[in-house]
């Protein structure tokens, strides 16, 4: 069995990820491995039309494939989108089609999931028959227990290209119709005030149905609203995963290209972000990607805390359910408040006003200063991140700890002094059944009991 292993790392073989892939190596002999590095030299891949079709035959002539990477904002890195583009761009996907695949990532587990909901699906739009996906965390290949895990997901997937096994069809096809968008007048703008709104945008376009979504938007604002493109900031590369950074937030390319100065003087002083783009397969373009890589010399720290965000999309958006999540759990990860995405999926009187209420709503919100609850994501996200720079990252991310110690995030609620005294009163007496069994009777009354004085008091004030 002949297996290509196409590495997403932009750090090459120095990689965590590639580190999985050689124990694959040694315990499975009988699988000729052949491993491409994509993401460390993407540049030249897409520069070079010679080297990329290299890439692409070694594709043809392989097995099977596995996609390994590490995971970057709930994704691939920008490096590995980047490549995934080209193979569209450059009509290669016969090369995989009928071959079996699967996945293969590192990282703290950290929304890991849509990592590979994402590439399952790149698999089968690429017509391979995909055989699941392996999250392993950064050290699980240091205990004998995870090699042996590692070993059963690979020896399965061995299995199942040596006797042509089927696979099952997760994801819809990616073929809305296509609408032109035709703008209609604006029934009524929305004022500013003292609020600074960023619209930014990978690339313009010019009459494509983003752009003019974006103007239309533009022109239902009045006040301090700046329009920016990616293209022009000149993000020269993405994140190439050496965490320099960790120490004081200063990244190796900050004096190379105009990213930091652009997040720090525009992105972190808006009260207001709208970010568009266009899908390109399932994500958006792998220069959005690359934006939010580079974002990372903030490194685990929200840095959008209490603005609003809102997303104007040009794209099939509502068949791609794992996007949708993506991007609003990016929004709530920064701490900033999701408002409403827009797509260009619907008529364009729909559109029009779609987008006066996406403005109306934005201005709304900043002016109460409201950010949504955490839901699962972002509360699960923290509190991963909360343990890991307390624990075994610490010596590594000391901007982030010292930041997190700033915050307050290290401060555990179950810990307080309440929680401890009622488990030191209550818990020995549910040790006796009569007490456990008026304790039980009791539960949802004295759960209650706590909020009748805020209610009462709201009702006198309210009078």
């Given amino acids: 069995m002949r297996l290509c292993?196409?590495?997403?790392?932009?750090?090459?073989?120095?990689?965590?990820?590639?580190?999985?892939v050689r124990y694959l190596e040694i315990a499975f002999p009988s699988v000729e491995f052949e491993i491409l590095d994509i993401a460390a030299h993407i540049a030249r891949i897409e520069r070079n039309a010679d080297k990329?079709?290299?890439?692409?035959d070694s594709v043809g002539r392989a097995d099977a494939v596995l996609f390994a990477f590490p995971v970057y904002f709930f994704l691939v890195p920008s490096q590995y989108k980047r490549f995934i583009e080209l193979v569209f761009e450059k009509n290669?996907?016969?090369?995989?089609?009928?071959?079996?695949?699967?996945?293969?990532?590192?990282?703290?587990?950290?929304?890991?999931?849509t990592a590979h909901n994402y590439i399952s699906g790149i698999a089968q739009d690429f017509g391979t028959r995909f055989f699941?996906?392996?999250?392993?965390d950064m050290e699980d290949?240091?205990?004998?227990?995870?090699?042996?895990?590692?070993?059963?997901?690979?020896?399965?997937?061995?299995?199942?290209?040596?006797?042509?096994?089927?696979?099952?069809?997760?994801?819809?096809?990616?073929?809305?119709?296509?609408?032109?968008?035709?703008?209609?007048?604006?029934?009524?703008?929305?004022?500013?005030?003292?609020?600074?709104?960023?619209?930014?945008a990978d690339r313009r376009e010019e009459d494509s149905n983003l752009d003019k979504m974006i103007t239309r938007f533009a022109s239902c604002i009045e006040g301090d609203i700046e329009i920016a493109y990616i293209e022009e900031i000149g993000v020269k590369t993405g994140c190439s995963g050496c965490i320099g950074c960790h120490y004081d937030n200063r990244c190796r390319f900050d004096s190379s290209d105009g990213f930091r100065a652009f997040y720090e003087n525009k992105v972190k002083k808006a009260d207001i972000l709208v970010y568009c783009g266009a899908m390109h397969d399932r994500y958006l373009s792998s220069l959005w990607k690359r934006f939010i890589d580079r974002s990372f010399y903030n490194g685990h720290v929200p840095t959008l805390m209490g603005k609003q965000v809102g997303w104007i999309i040009s794209g099939p958006l509502s068949l791609e359910q794992n996007l949708v999540q993506l991007l609003n759990a990016y929004t709530r990860l920064m701490d900033a408040n999701p408002v409403m995405l827009v797509s260009d999926e619907y008529k364009s009187s729909e559109i029009d006003a779609l987008l006066e209420t996406l403005a109306s709503r934005l201005v709304v919100f900043a002016e109460s200063s409201f950010v949504s609850p955490p839901d699962f994501i972002p509360t699960g996200v923290m509190n991963t991140f909360r343990n890991e720079i307390a624990g075994r990252l610490n010596f590594v991310f000391r901007a982030d700890h010292r930041t997190y110690k700033k915050r307050g995030y290290y401060k555990i609620p179950q810990k307080g002094l309440r929680s401890r005294l009622l488990s030191l009163s209550i818990g020995p007496m549910l040790l006796v059944p009569a007490f456990r069994k008026q304790f039980s009777k009791r539960i949802p009354r004295e759960m209650v009991r706590p909020y009748e004085p805020v209610l009462a008091l709201e009702k006198f004030k309210r009078r």
């Fill in 5 to 20: 292993v196409l590495n997403g790392s932009p750090k090459g073989r120095m990689s965590v990820t590639m580190q999985y």
């Fill in 52 to 56: 990329f079709f290299q890439v692409i």
């Fill in 92 to 113: 290669a996907t016969d090369a995989f089609s009928g071959k079996p695949s699967a996945s293969l990532s590192t990282s703290v587990h950290i929304v890991d999931h």
């Fill in 132 to 136: 699941g996906a392996y999250s392993a």
């Fill in 141 to 200: 290949l240091l205990k004998k227990a995870e090699r042996k895990n590692l070993e059963a997901f690979f020896g399965a997937f061995v299995k199942a290209v040596q006797n042509s096994e089927p696979s099952p069809t997760l994801h819809l096809p990616l073929k809305a119709a296509k609408r032109v968008y035709k703008p209609g007048a604006v029934k009524q703008k929305v004022g500013l005030a003292q609020k600074k709104l960023l619209l930014l």
